[in-house]
């Protein structure tokens, strides 16, 4: 038996051809503005409040007569829902989209919009959402295999059939939603495929897989990257040998990652090319990102993590961009890594528990125009009277007051944002945004200096010189002039707590007094996020010293 990758899927990675709009619809797309990824829905920057749902929760139409209200309850905007391969084309051949149309009706009636996530070859690195004729059948669609020559439960990525029966059905998908759904526009975006990888071993031992392993690395994919130099990550500076001819030569240690990479990268760069054929909507990759000390295989090894990401680049200019999905508690850090030119950001699992002060960092200091916590619909959301409201609920309530100003100050760079835990290595973290800055702590008790909570965040946004909008929660807030604007000194002109109804701003409370540490801070609640309108003065220091 052998398995080849179909010519397709190297044509496409480097020659591809942009799809042209059909019929001249101004379909969603990203555009990059000022360096900032922006989402724009009908002409207009839109700000993903998301939510992704448990895997099991969209199989059935019934389940969004119940969901999609819940969401819309709980200040969601969009929500995040598998499409399983083996759900929308059950026989070869033969597709089935009526749960699919029930979940847009419905999200449609609540104007609540969707973003789907193909659950096609791979889910998790395995392959349990493909069709049971699919999986039935290692004959047409082989398996990746173990060292010992043992199938796994994962479609090879290195086959013609498998590759292009995939294709065939996300571009039955795609063109599907267009017809459906192109003038509404109910459906924003497409993730294709999920955390990719393969796990065991670092990297298919099938004998094809070994075969094209000890072959040279493609000619295109040692061109790109040697342009790109001096975009690598540190992790693949280090092993990129350009003089090396097959993969071990080329990458040493992380030579089974890479095949990998290029591999997953070429199968899902045919698939989202026939996707996008049909309708252009934007496309993203996710990834599985590693725990401390592990090893590739132990993680989905060749998924498009941040060590390698340049090869998935190099091989799918159709994707739109790529995204991690962050589990682990140094939320920052990841953030950071997917940081790069061209690179809109959008993190589309997040860990629920932490969702919501990691929010305000991903909108205010990474300029993400979207977020979004999995399993949103495992909460509860409580009756009207009820203010035990779940804290993602909390934080998008707050944040969808901002939804409209956001975009524009993320892309003229006035937001910023800080996450700050009792087990942060640093009690300070400092940020600087318009001539000043702005130091927070965790929130603590009067007189007794101790902690009320163990976690605190805050988005700034600008608004006119001196004049800002703080959202956030559980931190205390100084204020200075930044020194390398001027020699200044800072002070608060007055605090309001905020709302926000129908575009116009309500206030709330004005506070001074004990509520500012007399005029000195802005002491954010210690549970519940707020809006806080903050003016700031500043004079010139005068040194009177001879």
Not at 151 to 156: A, D, F, Q, T, V
Not at 475 to 494: C, H, M, W
Request: net charge negative; glycine share 8%.
């Amino acid at each position: 038996m052998t398995i080849t990758l179909r010519a397709i899927c190297l044509s496409a990675a480097f020659f591809f051809v942009p799809v042209l709009a059909l019929d001249g619809a101004d379909f969603p797309h990203i555009r990059m503005e000022n360096g900032t990824g922006q989402l724009i829905v009908k002409g207009q920057p839109f700000l993903i409040l998301g939510g992704e749902l448990s895997n099991s929760s969209a199989g059935t139409a019934a389940q969004a007569d119940v969901i999609v209200p819940k969401l819309v309850a709980m200040h969601v905007n969009t929500a995040l829902i598998p499409v399983a391969w083996e759900q929308i084309e059950p026989k070869d051949g033969t597709f089935d989209f009526s749960i699919l149309d029930h979940w847009i009706e419905t999200a449609r009636g609540h104007n609540l919009h969707l973003v789907l996530l193909w659950f096609g070859s791979w889910k998790n690195a395995f392959s349990n959402y493909a069709p049971t004729w699919v999986k039935s059948d290692p004959e047409r669609f082989p398996r990746a295999e173990s060292s010992d020559g043992r199938p796994l439960e994962i479609l090879s990525a290195l086959s013609t059939e498998t590759s292009r029966s995939d294709s065939r059905a996300f571009a039955a998908l795609m063109r599907h939603v267009r017809e459906k759904d192109s003038e509404q526009q109910t459906v924003l975006m497409v993730q294709v495929e999920n955390e990719v990888g393969h796990l065991g071993q670092g990297r298919d031992r099938s004998p094809e897989a070994n075969r094209q392993f000890q072959g040279h690395v493609p000619e295109g994919l040692m061109r790109t990257l040697a342009a790109k130099r001096l975009q690598f990550s540190p992790e693949l500076a280090d092993h990129f040998n350009q003089q090396g001819q097959n993969w071990s030569d080329v990458f040493g240690d992380a030579a089974d990652e890479v095949f990998m990479a290029w591999n997953y990268a070429a199968y899902i760069e045919a698939v989202v090319h026939a996707g996008k054929s049909e309708y252009a909507l934007p496309m993203y990759v996710n990834a599985q990102l590693p725990a401390p000390q592990e090893r590739a295989g132990e993680y989905p090894s060749g998924g498009p993590h941040p060590y390698y990401l340049e090869v998935w680049r190099a091989t799918t200019p159709s994707i739109d961009f790529y995204s991690p999905d962050i589990y682990w508690p140094n939320f920052e850090y990841w953030v950071q890594r997917y940081q790069l030119p061209g690179n809109s950001l959008f993190i589309p699992e997040a860990r629920l528990e932490s969702a919501s002060y990691n929010a305000f960092y991903a909108y205010g200091e990474a300029r993400a125009f979207g977020f979004s916590p999995f399993a949103v619909d495992s909460l509860t959301v409580p009756e009207k009277n009820d203010d035990s409201k779940p804290p993602i609920m909390q934080a998008y309530e707050v944040l969808d007051s901002l939804r409209d100003l956001l975009p524009a100050a993320q892309a003229a760079g006035l937001t910023r944002g800080l996450v700050l835990h009792s087990t942060s290595p640093r009690p300070t973290q400092t940020v600087a945004l318009g001539g000043y800055l702005f130091e927070a702590t965790l929130s603590r008790s009067w007189p007794a200096r101790t902690l009320t909570t163990d976690d605190g965040a805050m988005l700034i946004l600008q608004a006119t010189p001196g004049e800002f909008y703080i959202a956030g929660s559980g931190l205390t807030v100084s204020f200075t002039r930044d020194p390398d604007v001027d020699a200044g000194i800072a002070g608060i002109e007055n605090v309001e707590q905020v709302s926000r109804s129908g575009g116009h701003w309500i206030t709330e409370r004005r506070l001074n007094g004990d509520q500012t540490n007399q005029g000195r801070q802005l002491l954010l609640d210690p549970h519940q996020p707020h809006i806080y309108h903050v003016r700031l003065y500043s004079i010139q220091h005068q040194n009177h010293l001879p």
